[in-house]
């Protein structure tokens, strides 16, 4: 998986690129992130990538020909090692939400632009002549699009085979069947007065996939409904899951 990344702070990547599972998947090439400032790409000495907005207002804008000539940088490294470019995604609190489908979406295209937005806005000019889709992460205000475009490419390279170890992928499972984690513990045995669950200690392995099964089911059901009916709508719900539910 390639990533092109459009920042005027490329420096934040490393947080990404430099450490645990993504770091790793870096380093054994599972996956690159290219960094391109789009200050390197202006004319003027001052490096100018954003003015005053028209019409008025506070806040500055970003510049569309600084982003266009990145992009252009791009697509022509693409187009030098006969690679497809791939979709342009902007990263943008008017986005669609991003979703673990939408992860799985974009580790099929196989590679992605992202654009980063600082300031208050983008040229609209921008968006429309080279933005494919844009992505929000929900609603709360940022002051960029450099830790959403993380995220995503977070998501993204988990799902990548090979990118996280046999322990690791064990811990994916949770998202995928469409339910929240059961809980979990580990030593000692008792801490501050509190133990660990006795069916856990016991080593029954079919009694402690089914406490665990419950307790996903459970959870689930009170913290977030919503999944349990998108579960259940996606044929993820066992009869055995239908009886407990009702129980509860
Ligand atoms: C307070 C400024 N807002 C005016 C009503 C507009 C605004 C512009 C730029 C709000 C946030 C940002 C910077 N955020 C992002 O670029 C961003 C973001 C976010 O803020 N929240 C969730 N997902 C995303 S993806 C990109």
């Excluded at 501050?192 to 459970?218: F, T, Y």
């Amino acid at each position: 998986m390639r990533f092109d990344v459009v920042t005027i702070f490329p420096e934040m990547f490393s947080a990404l690129t430099q450490w645990g599972v993504t770091g790793r998947a870096c380093e054994t090439s599972l996956a690159s992130v290219h960094l391109w400032n789009p200050r390197d790409f202006c004319a003027d000495a001052r490096k100018t990538v954003d003015d005053r907005a028209y019409g008025g207002g506070p806040g500055m804008v970003m510049m569309a020909k600084p982003l266009e000539d990145a992009l252009a940088q791009i697509q022509l490294t693409h187009q030098s090692a006969k690679v497809a470019s791939g979709p342009v995604c902007l990263l943008a609190p008017q986005g669609e939400r991003f979703t673990q489908k939408k992860a799985a979406e974009i580790l099929d295209l196989g590679n992605l632009t992202l654009i980063c937005g600082r300031y208050e806005a983008i040229d609209q000019r921008f968006i429309d002549r080279n933005v494919d889709f844009q992505l929000s992460l929900g609603d709360f205000v940022l002051s960029g699009g450099e830790i959403p475009a993380m995220a995503v490419m977070d998501a993204v390279i988990r799902l990548i085979p090979g990118a996280l170890g046999d322990s690791e992928s064990a811990a994916q499972d949770s998202f995928i069947n469409g339910l929240l984690d059961h809980p979990h513990y580990t030593r000692p045995e008792i801490y501050e007065n509190l133990s660990v669950p006795d069916v856990l200690l016991g080593g029954h392995h079919a009694k402690i996939a089914d406490w665990r099964r419950q307790k996903s089911l459970e959870l689930t059901f009170r913290l977030r409904p919503d999944l349990i009916e998108s579960a259940r709508a996606n044929g993820l719900l066992t009869r055995e899951d239908e009886q407990f539910l009702r129980s509860l």
